[in-house]
């Protein structure tokens, strides 16, 4: 569904996109993760068809973003909705803006207004709602055409955890019903509960892509022990046998034992430092 080939993006002196590569298929949710100026918004912005490349080649189904916008939903990572419009004219300004009509906008409205627990306040305006409520008007006015690709830039940024819910039960639907999503995000538990691939970006490039599993074998872990007031720690890929040799030398009493797997924050620092990051 996307294609995107060695995109490259300078700003004078900055180097924003380097070589940057990434497929998403239909149905596949890709967390995009990595720090800041790493390329990220970047490229959902050059993939939406609001920048062009200095080199390398992004086609969505087969065509140039300014062929495919029909098709393409995305949410920006800073809130931007028109503060005198309520949440329900958002909707359907969206929803005319992609092609809906009628009773079908009417439909899509009122199922994204329940999908994403906008029903209460449809008729508010969005100068008077909160950030969650904001996040979710914008999410939805993203999602009110079922795009084929989904383009979500930091969607849960200081949201609530409703909010955070409610998005990540719609975005794990519309990829089971076949939409292909890019999630860039802090939150890299979300990508857990999500199912996601992992595409992790640094200096303008993906440096890694795979599953959550492929990409976190052979990482250390982390065993914590409590002893009469000590904590000794040990970094390693055997846990049951770090343990046993930390219980060994531990003093007495032994107040607690803590087994940590390794986490998508322990992979990219393991490849921002292989990458020189």
């Given at each position: 569904?996307?294609?995107?080939?060695a995109?490259?993006?300078r700003?004078?002196?900055?180097?924003?996109?380097?070589g940057?590569?990434l497929?998403?298929?239909?149905?596949?949710?890709?967390?995009?993760?990595g720090?800041?100026?790493a390329?990220?918004?970047?490229?959902v912005?050059?993939?939406?068809?609001?920048?062009?490349?200095?080199?390398?080649?992004?086609?969505?189904d087969?065509?140039?973003?300014?062929?495919?916008?029909?098709?393409?939903?995305?949410?920006?990572?800073?809130?931007?909705?028109?503060?005198?419009?309520?949440?329900?004219?958002?909707?359907?300004l969206?929803?005319?803006?992609?092609g809906?009509?009628?009773?079908?906008?009417?439909?899509?409205?009122?199922?994204?207004?329940v999908?994403?627990?906008?029903?209460?306040?449809?008729?508010?305006?969005?100068?008077?709602?909160?950030?969650g409520?904001?996040?979710?008007t914008?999410?939805?006015a993203?999602?009110i055409?079922?795009?084929?690709?989904?383009?979500?830039?930091?969607?849960?940024?200081?949201?609530?955890?409703?909010?955070?819910?409610?998005?990540?039960?719609?975005v794990r639907r519309?990829?089971?019903?076949?939409?292909?999503v890019?999630?860039?995000?802090?939150?890299?538990?979300?990508?857990?509960?999500?199912?996601?691939?992992?595409?992790?970006?640094?200096?303008g490039?993906?440096?890694?892509?795979?599953?959550?599993a492929?990409?976190?074998?052979?990482?250390?872990?982390?065993?914590?022990v409590?002893a009469a007031?000590?904590?000794?720690?040990?970094s390693?890929?055997?846990?049951?046998?770090?343990?046993?040799?930390?219980l060994?030398?531990a003093?007495?009493?032994?107040?607690s034992?803590?087994?940590?797997?390794?986490?998508?924050?322990?992979?990219?620092?393991?490849?921002?430092?292989?990458d020189?990051?």
């Amino acid at each position: 569904m996307l294609e995107a080939v060695a995109l490259t993006k300078r700003y004078d002196d900055i180097q924003a996109l380097d070589g940057f590569t990434l497929n998403v298929a239909a149905g596949e949710i890709v967390g995009l993760v990595g720090h800041n100026g790493a390329g990220k918004t970047t490229f959902v912005e050059m993939v939406s068809g609001l920048l062009k490349p200095d080199s390398g080649t992004v086609l969505v189904d087969g065509r140039p973003p300014s062929e495919a916008r029909g098709i393409i939903g995305i949410s920006p990572q800073h809130i931007a909705l028109y503060r005198p419009l309520t949440v329900r004219e958002h909707l359907e300004l969206y929803g005319s803006l992609a092609g809906l009509r009628r009773a079908a906008l009417r439909e899509a409205v009122e199922e994204l207004a329940v999908a994403l627990h906008l029903t209460a306040f449809l008729d508010r305006r969005a100068g008077f709602l909160s950030g969650g409520q904001q996040r979710r008007t914008q999410a939805g006015a993203a999602l009110i055409h079922r795009p084929s690709l989904l383009l979500l830039d930091e969607p849960t940024a200081g949201a609530d955890p409703e909010t955070r819910q409610a998005l990540l039960e719609v975005v794990r639907r519309r990829a089971g019903e076949g939409a292909a999503v890019v999630y860039t995000t802090h939150y890299l538990t979300e990508l857990m509960d999500l199912g996601a691939t992992l595409a992790v970006a640094a200096k303008g490039r993906i440096i890694a892509r795979g599953t959550s599993a492929e990409l976190l074998e052979g990482l250390p872990g982390e065993v914590r022990v409590t002893a009469a007031g000590q904590e000794l720690h040990a970094s390693t890929t055997d846990p049951t046998a770090s343990l046993l040799d930390l219980l060994r030398t531990a003093p007495r009493p032994v107040e607690s034992v803590e087994l940590r797997k390794p986490t998508l924050d322990d992979l990219y620092h393991s490849l921002a430092v292989t990458d020189g990051v």
